[in-house]
């Protein structure tokens, strides 16, 4: 087998659509890291997120976390890498949203590089949906005006809201900073009708994730093999050498992509990784 390393995105790719792993991916993945083969994921959850719903496999592997914003460690539980957005950058984008009537979830990391979410009273549906689907989250605190301090590194910037919302903020955000901040609209696979609109370190993205995971595992980015749905994922499939789309997959990502498995209800990734540790590729 001459690749042996594999990056995979969770939502609508790795994890069915009602966000769970099936017994088949987990005895797939558990069984093929017995073999030495380096399974790990990107996403843009946070660990917290993220380990709550796959922690029944044994992660040992660098993971990535919040779109590229963070390298996390799960051994060790310590963040080694990322991009944090500078702080007056951040506070400048809350008061742009602010102006159009729009206050956004802000994901930081303290000065123990613990996890933090702020945001003000919630009020609009989307945002309450969000923050109920996480329930006795520790990483939530309100504040009565939302900023960040120096106490805090911003990794993600996150409204949440109807497209016709979002689009004017992301005009505006994209106007004053260009390509100083890297910015991200995408539907939300859980709430209906919505979509989230995240913006971050110009290389907060999967993209150099990608790379930063690459030189830790000590291979070149060409030998990972990348898995993804979303329009999030491009830049794992513009950096991996082999690009492997779920049948369920935006038509962007099924374009770039090496080959089409079956889709994340299917177990398309499990059953990719499957074949090809029987030599079946």
């Given amino acids: 087998m001459t690749n042996k390393h594999f990056l995979t995105d969770l939502d609508g790719t790795l994890l069915q659509s009602d966000a769970t792993l099936s017994e088949y991916t987990i005895n797939v993945i558990c069984n093929a890291m017995k073999q030495g083969i380096i399974i790990s994921y990107a996403t843009a959850r946070s660990y917290i997120s993220s380990n709550k719903i796959v922690s029944v496999i044994p992660w040992k592997y660098p993971i990535i ?52 979410v702020f945001h003000e009273k919630l009020l609009r549906m989307g945002d309450l949906t969000f923050y109920e689907s996480r329930p006795n ?15 805090f590194r ?19 955000v994209q106007r004053r900073f260009g390509n100083q901040v890297h910015i991200h609209l995408m539907k939300d696979q859980y709430i209906e009708n919505h979509y989230f609109l995240e913006f971050s370190h110009s290389k907060a993205n999967k993209k150099e994730g990608l790379k930063q995971w690459a030189e830790l595992m000590h291979c070149m980015p060409e030998d990972v093999t990348a898995f993804g749905d979303n329009l999030n994922d ?15 997959a935006h038509p962007n990502l099924i374009a770039l ?20 540790t029987k030599g079946q590729y």
């Fill in 154 to 172: 911003t990794l993600i910037v996150t409204y949440i809201g109807l497209l016709h919302e979002l689009e004017p903020l992301k005009d505006e």
């Fill in 65 to 116: 976390l919040y779109n590229g914003a963070v390298i996390f460690d799960p051994v060790s539980s310590k963040v080694i890498g990322g991009y944090w957005l500078d702080n007056e950058t951040t506070n400048q984008i809350i008061e742009i949203g602010r102006k159009q009537g729009l206050i956004p979830f802000l994901f930081a990391l303290d000065e123990e590089d613990k996890e933090r």
């Fill in 257 to 276: 992509s090496t080959l089409v498995v079956e889709s994340n209800d299917e177990d398309g990734v499990a059953k990719y990784i499957h074949r090809v």
């Fill in 137 to 151: 989250d520790p990483r939530f605190g309100e504040m009565l005006l939302l900023e960040c301090s120096d106490a």
């Fill in 234 to 248: 491009l830049g794992m499939f513009e950096t991996a050498g082999t690009k492997v789309a779920v049948s369920n």
